[in-house]
């Protein structure tokens, strides 16, 4: 079944599920739309180019590695930092960037 919506009602309603927090419901299909999105935006005139800011995207929720349901499973985990490594690919440039970034996201409670 194909999308009638068009990409600005599209990125609405992507739009509106990232500032509701609801980061978790994203699908990646959803994550690969904007980022289709964001790619196809030109906001450059000839002699008058324009930076784009990549979007600001939440950190994931620290991982504790505990079997539990929602904002902690390893699968909304995974999403989440799918979602910032696609959003902000130029902070992310290679594999060794990735893991530095994922490394800081466990949770350890060493007190």
């Known amino acids: 079944m194909s999308d009638l919506r068009t990409p600005q009602q599209r990125a609405k309603q992507l739009a509106d ?3 509701d927090g ?3 419901g ?3 299909e959803d994550i690969t739309s904007l ?7 030109s906001l450059t005139s000839p002699g008058n180019p324009v930076t784009i800011r990549e979007p600001k995207v939440n950190d994931p929720t620290p991982f504790t590695g505990i079997r539990t349901e929602g904002s902690n499973n390893l699968e909304n985990f995974v999403t989440q ?3 910032v490594f696609r959003l902000q690919g130029s902070r992310y440039p290679d594999e ?3 893991i530095f970034y994922i490394n800081g996201t466990f949770y350890s409670d060493l007190n």
Do not use: C, D
């Not at 980022?35 to 935006?41: C, E, G, K, Y």
């Open 35 to 41: 980022q289709n999105l964001l790619q196809s935006l």
């Open 96 to 98: 060794v960037s990735k």
């Open 22 to 24: 609801s980061t978790e």
């Open 26 to 28: 994203l699908s990646n």
């Open 81 to 83: 930092l799918n979602m």
């Open 17 to 19: 599920k990232i500032v």
